[in-house]
């Protein structure tokens, strides 16, 4: 796992988030003594690396770990194991102001644009209020960029006293992407930012978050099922099969020449307008993270499964720029 982590590094300049050997446990409790039985494994063992000013794209089916690997970065979620690293400082174990520092450096735009938007508080109160927590400003200065944010994101002035209620998904979704700014991040997990929203309001909210990073030059965690989403923003797209990293690679070597074959079935599941013919069809569902299969967790499902497939867990190698965990691939 380290070599591993030693070749996404060389494929990334100028580290921002650097995840090394990533473990996040969920125990599983029964009986009346609650004891542990075993673990949910939703991330397990995923090293990555995130440039400053880059967009990783983070792929999978549903339950494949993204969203937790996510919420592991931002200490939302208690990890088992491995180290995360953020602009060169490990994040275990950190206090005080440097604790806090991270925080406000390090944000999140959640999937439920109206859910993650407090009922009770006006936009501006909802934009404002990391800022005045963390004392970025004075209070008349928060609201002028509470303000600018808000036009920044495309809504007007006459937003400012409105509550969440009256508005659609796509501003709520601008609102919580001006909250997450407000806060100056250079980091940001999109978690399924935009998955909640019409096909037409998808675009105009990922060409927004574009425009912002070549403003800002913040870097995302973009979180999607939808590679096609992914493809529009991303620079590097990392896919996730069952708490693993199983392919990495550029947006056009992952988008093009896919290696693994789980990879080459999701792009093929990709509906494309007038182009036809025989797709490659993943069999049946995602096993349980709870007690995975033998050898390469994707063998119960794969066309192209091979004895050693059962029993020999693939190794993530560095093959034509990318890096590919299949043993059919040389
Ligand atoms: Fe399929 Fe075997 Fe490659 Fe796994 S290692 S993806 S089962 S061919």
Redesign the pocket.
């Known amino acids: 796992m380290a070599s591993e982590q030693r070749k996404q590094s060389t494929m990334v300049e100028n580290k921002l988030l650097d995840i090394r050997n990533l473990e996040t446990w969920f125990p599983v409790k029964r009986g009346i003594l609650s004891r542990t039985v075993g673990h949910v494994k939703a991330v397990d063992g995923v090293s990555l690396v995130i440039g400053k000013g880059e967009t990783l794209g983070l792929v999978g089916e549903s339950g494949c770990g993204k969203t937790t690997l996510g919420r592991s970065l931002l200490g939302l979620e208690r990890i088992h194991g491995g180290e995360i690293f953020f602009d060169g400082t490990n994040l275990h174990g950190l206090t005080g102001n440097v604790l806090r520092d991270v925080r406000r450096r390090m944000q999140m735009v959640f999937q439920d644009p109206l859910s993650s938007l407090n009922p009770r508080m006006s936009v501006l109160d909802s934009v404002t209020e990391g800022m005045k927590a963390f004392q970025l400003s004075n209070a008349r200065e928060c609201d002028e960029k509470g303000l600018s944010l808000l036009k920044e994101v495309g809504l007007s002035g006459d937003a400012l006293f409105r509550y969440p209620h009256e508005f659609s998904g796509g501003q709520c979704q601008r609102i919580s992407i001006a909250r997450a700014l407000s806060m100056r991040p250079d980091f940001i997990v999109c978690d399924e930012a935009v998955s909640a929203l019409d096909v037409s309001v998808q675009a105009q909210v990922v060409n927004l978050l574009i425009d912002l990073q070549e403003k800002y030059g913040q870097s995302y965690l973009f979180i999607s099922h939808d590679l096609s989403v992914v493809s529009h923003i991303a620079d590097h797209i990392a896919v996730m099969y069952l708490g693993k990293v199983v392919e990495y690679g550029s947006v056009s070597a992952i988008i093009h020449t896919p290696l693994?074959?789980?990879t080459q079935a999701l792009i093929d599941a990709v509906p494309v307008p007038g182009k036809q013919g025989k797709k490659r069809v993943i069999k049946g569902e995602t096993p349980s993270p709870m007690s995975p299969p033998s050898g390469?967790p994707?063998?119960p499902r794969?066309p192209?499964?091979?004895t050693i497939?059962k029993s020999q867990v693939?190794e993530l190698k560095s093959l034509s720029g990318c890096l590919v965990s299949?043993?059919?691939r040389h």
Request: glycine fraction near 0%; include cysteine.
């Open positions: 693994h074959p789980y390469c994707f063998h794969c192209e499964a091979e497939c693939p299949c043993h059919l």
